[in-house]
């Protein structure tokens, strides 16, 4: 299941939708055909995105305009969850509904890193570059870009404060990073057998319960 589809699942009328972080505008575009009225904000958008050039910090929408709030990959980079979950809270209606999909960097252990090094080998060079030396190399370098985000811990944690949770379910990571969906599947069957961490999670809450 895409995180689109995820999303569409659980709105059950035509809703008033803002993606925090909407990149090139794919999920914004993807939730609008179907019958959303969506609205896309990043920083680094490109004007032929249809994106809102304009980071989450400037944006100032009045109070209680949306239905519901995604960010996909977003919530980690955030400085302030407190604060970003507290304007997000605000900027819902009274039933307001939020979406994420993010992962956790403290998930991955030697066993993860070893699978994700041996098939990023595989494939051969991804968006990611090259694959570093050898697997211990790669999980150094994991961690040093990924110190100063939170944690999924933290994020749950921070989500659990403001939202009421209606689903939190771990997942696929790995494919994405390497931008290779025909690893998916296997990432996926290699966490129900219990071979790597599921790096990756999808949390679907509300102000009110789901």
Request: aromatic residues 10%; hydrophobic residues 45%; proline residues 4%.
């Amino acid at each position: 299941m895409t995180f689109s589809d995820f999303v569409l699942e659980r709105l059950h009328r035509p809703s008033r939708i803002l993606e925090i972080g909407a990149g090139a505008g794919e999920l914004t575009r993807s939730l609008a055909r179907a019958g959303h009225d969506c609205l896309g904000i990043d920083p680094l958008a490109e004007a032929e995105s249809g994106v809102l050039t304009l980071s989450f910090e400037a944006f100032s929408p009045p109070a209680r305009t949306f239905d519901a709030v995604v960010l996909q990959r977003v919530l980690h980079h955030l400085n302030d969850l407190d604060g970003s979950l507290t304007r997000i809270a605000d900027l819902l209606r009274s039933d307001g509904k939020l979406f994420i999909e993010d992962f956790a960097t403290e998930r991955m252990d030697e066993t993860t890193a070893n699978w994700f090094w041996d098939r990023w080998k595989t494939i051969g060079v991804t968006r990611k570059g090259a694959p570093p030396a050898d697997a211990r190399a790669f999980l150094t370098q994991w961690r040093e870009a990924k110190r100063d985000n939170h944690t999924a811990l933290a994020m749950h944690d921070a989500l659990l404060r403001y939202f009421d949770e209606g689903t939190f379910a771990w997942g696929a990571h790995i494919a994405y990073e390497l931008g290779d969906p025909e690893t998916e599947p296997l990432e996926v069957q290699a966490i129900s057998r219990g071979q790597i961490a599921a790096l990756g999670f999808r949390y679907a809450g509300a102000l009110e319960a789901l």
